[in-house]
């Protein structure tokens, strides 16, 4: 069975170009996170979709990112413009919504803003 | 709001010996806990999770934690460290719906 699929896996742009992130989730899996993870820090939610909706996305910084998730499936997380503090590492998980929590993650999107 | 606190941000261990990962959780009611493991470059992976059932819970690669309630602890432990276990662990929680709430990490080094 095919894990969560990213890309790119390494991505460095300059301040203030846009980005994007793709991130296709385990198959069956309705609920699909991105997370923000700082070089030495645990991960911080952004997103959670339930199917194609957004349910939680109250630490999404709304003026510079935007996310969507068309048709329940495949994700797509922006960032634009870019600044230079938004350089982590940003890894996409899925999970059923009916399973006890346990999260599975794709390898992560390194960004490096310069 | 339910969370977990990780002691120690680096454990350095030698090859063979006990590792022991320090976690406290926060919460009003029994949670859902959960440790990852996060090898360089890569994504976090599932090593084991408390949901209740059992407070003793095994995961792979030879670790477990045990869920202490009077201590609000759920330490990860292995008997014997191997150079492959070097990583960064992250203990988790549940806080409700379908979300985790992760720790800063501890990052293991195993010496030779």
């Known amino acids: 069975e095919a894990g969560v699929v990213q890309s790119p896996r390494y991505k460095i742009i300059e301040k203030k170009q846009p980005v994007a992130f793709w991130c296709n989730p385990i198959?069956?899996?309705?609920?699909l996170y991105w997370y923000l993870q700082n070089l030495g820090q645990g991960p911080e939610l952004l997103i959670r979709?339930?199917?194609?909706?957004?349910?939680?996305d109250s630490q999404l910084p709304k003026d510079r990112f935007s996310a969507e998730r068309l048709k329940g499936v495949d994700s797509t997380l922006k960032i634009q413009p870019a600044e230079l503090g938004d350089s982590a590492v940003y890894l996409c998980?899925?999970?059923?919504?009916?399973?006890?929590?346990?999260?599975?993650f794709g390898e992560g999107s390194r960004l490096t803003v310069l | 709001a339910q969370s977990v606190t990780q002691l120690g941000s680096h454990v350095s261990v030698s090859e063979g010996a006990l590792v022991l990962l320090r976690c406290n959780y926060s919460?009003?009611?029994?949670?859902?806990l959960f440790w990852y493991v996060q090898y360089p470059n890569q994504g976090l992976q599932l090593l084991l999770k408390?949901?209740?059932?059992?407070?003793l819970v095994k995961g792979i690669n030879g670790f477990e934690a045990e869920f202490k309630k009077s201590e609000t602890s759920f330490h990860l432990t292995k008997p014997s460290a191997h150079m492959s276990d070097a990583a960064e662990y992250f203990c988790?929680?549940?806080?409700?719906?379908?979300?985790?709430?992760f720790g800063q990490g501890t990052r293991l080094t195993i010496n030779p």
């Open positions: 998980a899925s999970s059923l919504s009916t399973g006890t929590g346990e999260l599975f």
């Open positions: 198959s069956g899996h309705n609920t």
């Open positions: 979709y339930e199917n194609e909706e957004a349910v939680d």
């Open positions: 919460s009003s009611v029994p949670p859902y």
């Open positions: 408390y949901t209740s059932a059992a407070t």
């Open positions: 988790a929680t549940r806080p409700g719906a379908q979300k985790l709430v």
